[in-house]
């Protein structure tokens, strides 16, 4: 079973940045698609960035309210993906989740499209 954690929010300024974190197990980076969520309150869950599969599977994917500003990455060694978060604002804020989906071959944003949910770490942007 494949199993997600992930990790690194916290309570940044208008501007800053953060990096956050997402282990997998029972997976591998690069094997299966792993995406980033975000929920906002009161809003519905919305993927914000998606790492293909490295085996043909097209390329990264942004949501377009973050492209140019978020970068994810993977690190096979450590079986670890990354959201880089650059000039974060308040729209921001929300619980940020990584999924993942052995069954997909090409990156989707829909949440509905995976299987596998780690728990949120929470990223705060103040004014």
């Known amino acids: 079973e494949v199993q997600l954690q992930a990790s690194g929010g916290g309570l940044v300024q208008t501007g800053g940045s953060l990096r956050l974190s997402c282990t997998a197990s029972?997976?591998?980076?690069?094997?299966?698609?792993i995406t980033w969520f975000r929920q906002a309150p009161g809003k519905e869950r919305k993927g914000v960035a998606c790492?293909?599969?490295?085996?043909?599977?097209?390329?990264?994917h942004y949501e377009a309210s973050v492209k140019g500003r978020f970068t994810i990455s993977g690190d096979i060694a450590k079986n670890t993906v990354y959201l880089q978060m650059n000039s974060l604002t308040p729209e921001d804020t929300g619980i940020y989740y990584c999924?993942?989906?052995?069954?997909?071959?090409?990156?989707?944003?829909?949440?509905?499209?995976?299987?596998?949910r780690g728990q949120g770490t929470l990223v705060t942007v103040s004014s």
């Open positions: 029972g997976a591998t980076v690069g094997g299966v698609i």
């Open positions: 790492l293909p599969r490295s085996d043909g599977g097209g390329s990264t």
């Open positions: 999924a993942a989906e052995p069954a997909l071959y090409y990156c989707t944003l829909s949440p509905s499209e995976y299987t596998y």
